[in-house]
């Protein structure tokens, strides 16, 4: 049971870094793209 919820936690956390790293990617290359122009 403690397993689970620790594979559960994980699995949050790493879900929540994922979206966090496309959103400074994001943020990144558009201001990447701003400079360029």
Do not use: Q
């Not at 049971?1 to 994922?18: D, Q, V």
């Not at 959103?23 to 122009?37: D, E, F, P």
């Amino acid at each position: 049971m403690l397993g689970k919820k620790f594979a559960f936690l994980i699995n949050l956390i790493f879900s929540f870094f994922e979206v966090r790293l496309k959103t400074i990617c994001h943020s990144v290359l558009l201001s990447a793209r701003k400079k360029n122009i």
